[in-house]
C-alpha cells in the first residue's frame, strides 16, 4: 500500500530536511523510525519521497511524506511512538494512484513570524505586490531554474505580539520566502515601501535581498487535494510542546523584564 502521512517537526535541532551523511535531518529520521518498525528496509524501493525541503532551522506544521509499505496499519498504529519527540504525525491517507507529495501538490502555505513587526498595516499593503506571477529573481537562489513564480495569497496581520507574514504559491523557490520576509521586515520599519518591492519585481534583478533568519519561518499547509484520517499525538511530543511552550513563554517574560535595562544601561560606574 502507498501511505502519505502529514507531519510537524520542530526545525532547529535539524540541518535541513533532506537526508545529508552523518548529519541528523528529518528525513533521515523518519527513515530510520519505518526501518526500525520494518516498514520498509530501502527507502528508495519504498519510493520515500516528501513535498519538499526545508532549510536548517525552519519548522514545518504540515509536511507531507509517501512510502510503500506491507505493514500499513502497523505504520499508522506505531510511526509515533518511535519516531523523536520533535517530529509527529498528525494524520495520514492511502495516496492515490500516480501521486507524489511534491508534484502532485497544487500549492503551498508558508508563515514567516517577525518579532518587531513595526508598521503591520504598510507591510500588508507592501505584501499585495507580491500576487500574481513575477519574476523572482531578486527575491531567491533560483539557479538555472526559471525565476516566475505565481503567488496566490499574501497578506500580513498581528498575532499577538507577532506580525505574521503568510503567503501561499503554486511553488517557491530556495530562499524565495525568507527574501520576502526581509523586505516586508524593512517596510515595516520604514527602510523601505510597497513601491521598492514592485521595482524589484519589474525589473531585472541588479541583487538579491538577504534572506531573514530561518527560525521565523513555518512551512504552514499544503494543499494536495485529499484529506487525511487524524492521528493522536505521542505523549513523548505533546510534552516536548510543553516543554517549548513554557520556554518560550519563560524567555518572552525574561525580554520584557530586560528590555528597559537594555534600552537604559546602567552607567554609574563609568
Known amino acids: 500500500m502507498n501511505l502519505a502521512f502529514r507531519f510537524s517537526y520542530f526545525g532547529d535541532r535539524f540541518f535541513g530536511s533532506q537526508m545529508q551523511p552523518d548529519l541528523r535531518t528529518v528525513e533521515g529520521e523518519f527513515i530510520a523510525a519505518c526501518r526500525h518498525l520494518g516498514l520498509f528496509e530501502d527507502w528508495r524501493e519504498a519510493g520515500f519521497a516528501t513535498a519538499g525541503r526545508t532549510d536548517r532551522g525552519v519548522h514545518a506544521r504540515c509536511q507531507v511524506c509517501s512510502f510503500r509499505t506491507d505493514k500499513p496499519e502497523l505504520a499508522i498504529e506505531a510511526l509515533n511512538r518511535v519516531l523523536p519527540p520533535d517530529i509527529w504525525c498528525t494524520g495520514w491517507t492511502e495516496a492515490p494512484d500516480g501521486f507524489h507529495p511534491r508534484y502532485s501538490a497544487v500549492s503551498r502555505t508558508y508563515r514567516y513570524y517577525f518579532s518587531a513587526p513595526g508598521d503591520v498595516p504598510a507591510m500588508h499593503e507592501a505584501a499585495q505586490e507580491f500576487l500574481g506571477r513575477h519574476d523572482f529573481s531578486a527575491f531567491a537562489r533560483a539557479g538555472d531554474r526559471n525565476p516566475e513564480r505565481r503567488i496566490l495569497a499574501s497578506r500580513v496581520f498581528r498575532d499577538g505580539r507577532f506580525a505574521v507574514f503568510e503567503v501561499t504559491g503554486e511553488s517557491f523557490l530556495w530562499n524565495m520566502v525568507r527574501c520576502m520576509a526581509t523586505m516586508l521586515g524593512e517596510v515595516g520599519r520604514g527602510e523601505a515601501e510597497a513601491g521598492d518591492v514592485a521595482g524589484l519585481l519589474a525589473g531585472p534583478a541588479e541583487g538579491r535581498v538577504a534572506a531573514a533568519p530561518p527560525e521565523g519561518l513555518i512551512l504552514w ?22 516543554d517549548r511552550h513554557r520556554y518560550h513563554v519563560l524567555m518572552a517574560e525574561v525580554s520584557a523584564h530586560l528590555a528597559p535595562d537594555i534600552r537604559q544601561p546602567d552607567t554609574s560606574g563609568i
Not at 499547509?221 to 510543553?242: N, Q, V
Open 221 to 242: 499547509d499544503i494543499d494536495h487535494g485529499i484529506s487525511f484520517t487524524p492521528l493522536p499525538i505521542d505523549p513523548k511530543s505533546s510534552r516536548h510542546l510543553s
